[in-house]
């Protein structure tokens, strides 16, 4: 009768032999190289999301509704002659009576520095009601 052997427990599926070693080089290069896995996986992502998005169906095509045209103005006619001239005159005289207004708004500023620019406009609002300039009429006739 062959005699039976046994087996030493240090021998055999027992082991782990360098599998430690393994893990710590791995751990290590993945603790170095973070970055390098971190643009990999965005690399895949990517690829993915396009794959995936090439390969859907297309969307149906979304008709906006038709908007409404906006009004437009009559072309104002072609002014000649005398109503050039006094197209060009009304023009000319809007633009001296606003340029006196702010001349004079910046006049009732300056000449009441301690109001609040609420109160300043209510002053300058009066004085322009009046149909009064210090441009033209030479005095402000506001109290002080």
Known sequence: MAAKRRRSGSK???TLGCAPFLVLIVVALIIQYWWVLLIAAGLVA???A???MANAPARPARVPPPRP???VAPPRPVLGG????AHMRGNKRTRRVRDMQEWDYEWIRLSHPGKSLREV???ANAHF???RSIGINGE???PR
């Open 50 to 52: 396009l794959v995936r």
């Open 46 to 48: 990517m690829t993915v």
């Open 69 to 71: 045209q906006p009004a």
């Open 82 to 85: 005398d109503d050039l001239t």
């Open 129 to 131: 009601a009046r149909g």
């Open 140 to 142: 402000d006739p506001s």
């Open 121 to 123: 406009n209510e002053i």
């Open 12 to 14: 055999g599926g027992g």
